[in-house]
């Protein structure tokens, strides 16, 4: 019998980048593959978890710091654009490129709460996969 789910989403949602006005609209902007890059091409995407402890109760945290986390989110996607672009390889191109396309470029977000040891898991000692495995994203990756 499997164990149950430590965890209880409160939310997913797609956090785009604050949109820019002229003259530094980013309607579509790309960046080459370089050397350094081409290392990770072949490698499945990067998880990333991001502890935080939180003193605040549910309605609180969903009315008032949720939306500020997500205006903060989009505000510094807006600067770091290749962090909300995706990988493609226009079929005119002899190697892939990062491309930001401002209509269809996001970054997901999943607020979620949940029943461990916050200090273990948030801490720098080593960890088994099992324990951090229900906490981590499933991310979509394609092969094309």
Not at 57 to 69: A, D, M, R, W
Not at 92 to 117: G, H, N, R
């Given at each position: 019998?499997?164990?149950?789910?430590?965890?209880?989403?409160?939310?997913?949602?797609?956090?785009?980048?604050?949109?820019?006005?002229?003259?530094?609209?980013?309607?579509?902007?790309?960046?080459?593959?370089?050397?350094?890059?081409?290392?990770?091409?072949?490698?499945?995407?990067?998880?990333?978890?991001?502890?935080?402890?939180?003193?605040?109760?549910?309605?609180?945290?969903?009315?008032?710091?949720?939306?500020?986390?997500?205006?903060?989110?989009?505000?510094?996607l807006?600067?770091?654009?290749?962090?909300?672009?995706?990988l493609?390889?226009?079929?005119?191109?002899?190697?892939?490129?990062?491309?930001?396309?401002?209509?269809?470029?996001?970054?997901?977000?999943?607020?979620?709460?949940?029943?461990?040891?916050?200090?273990?898991?948030?801490?720098?000692?080593?960890?088994?996969?099992?324990?951090?495995q229900?906490?981590?994203?499933?991310?979509?990756?394609?092969?094309?």
């Open positions: 019998m499997a164990a149950p789910n430590p965890m209880k989403v409160i939310e997913v949602c797609r956090v785009a980048p604050t949109p820019s006005s002229p003259p530094y609209s980013a309607a579509q902007t790309s960046l080459p593959i370089t050397l350094f890059d081409v290392f990770w091409l072949n490698m499945p995407p990067l998880k990333r978890l991001f502890f935080y402890e939180a003193s605040y109760s549910s309605t609180t945290f969903s009315e008032i710091v949720l939306p500020k986390l997500k205006h903060s989110l989009s505000l510094t807006h600067h770091y654009l290749p962090l909300a672009s995706s493609t390889w226009p079929p005119d191109s002899d190697k892939p490129i990062i491309q930001y396309v401002e209509e269809d470029d996001v970054v997901s977000l999943t607020i979620a709460e949940f029943e461990a040891d916050f200090y273990h898991l948030s801490s720098n000692s080593f960890r088994e996969i099992k324990e951090i229900p906490f981590l994203p499933n991310l979509p990756a394609s092969d094309t």
